[in-house]
């Protein structure tokens, strides 16, 4: 089996903030993604990794960069946190059809 | 534009009964749909999924009932249990390797005791 951890669990941020997210798999599995959950909206997609130093734009890239520098890790940067923003970042992994999700990192921007 | 729908937002059923979700699709392509499912403080799951070669898919008390020509899946949970509260999210992946989901905005269901 495998795991998939994300740093740090809860990130709390000021307005205008960078803001760095990490992840880490040891599926070894070649793509990897991240969305965004808030409450009531399900889970959109920010960015995705088919590979090691490939990055695709899902619908919610605005406001933010990504980097794949490994095949192990991949980061999500909130570019400049929004006053009063509150959601969860979930980093997943791929194999097959399946996507096994991280814990997530909790957001709060004062 | 939500490309995939998913009702009821909230479901309460009784314990034994059995729960029906339901999810619309935009896109004639998507080729891959599956639910998954997020117990209260946890990361959602892959729980079953189908592709449109079939029109039903089952896995225990869990199934798929897919409609091609009406871009409409649903899930069923048969003898419903507590235990199965959770939030249930429909998703869509289009035609390719990326894997990519367009998720729906999830339905809640409570299964009184």
């Known amino acids: 089996g495998g795991i998939i951890t994300q740093t740090p669990k809860f990130l709390i941020g000021q307005e205008g903030q960078k803001l760095t997210l990490k992840c880490q798999q040891n599926?070894?599995?070649?793509?990897m993604y991240w969305y965004r959950q808030d409450s009531g909206k399900g889970l959109r997609l920010i960015y995705y990794?088919?590979?090691?130093?490939?990055?695709q734009k899902g619908d919610l890239s605005e406001g933010y960069d990504a980097s794949r520098e490994k095949k192990s890790s991949f980061s999500l940067t909130v570019t400049s946190a929004q006053k009063n923003e509150m959601a969860v970042f979930l980093c997943a992994s791929r194999t097959g059809d399946t996507q096994y999700f991280g814990p997530g990192t909790r957001l709060l921007v004062l | 534009q939500q490309q995939v729908r998913q009702s009821p937002q909230s479901l309460t059923v009784w314990e034994g009964e059995t729960a029906i979700l339901n999810c619309s699709y935009e896109d004639s392509t998507f080729d891959y749909f599956p639910w998954y499912h997020q117990f209260p403080g946890e990361s959602p799951a892959l729980l079953i999924a189908i592709r449109p070669v079939s029109n039903k898919k089952e896995d225990g008390r869990f199934t798929i009932f897919f409609n091609k020509r009406e871009k409409k899946f649903s899930l069923h949970i048969a003898d419903s249990q507590p235990g199965d509260s959770a939030t249930y999210f429909c998703?869509?992946?289009?035609?390719?390797?990326?894997?990519?989901?367009?998720f729906g905005l999830g339905t809640t269901l409570q299964v009184q005791p």
């Open positions: 599926f070894n599995h070649d793509t």
């Open positions: 990794s088919i590979t090691e130093n490939d990055l």
């Open positions: 998703a869509a992946s289009p035609p390719g390797n990326t894997g990519k989901l367009i």
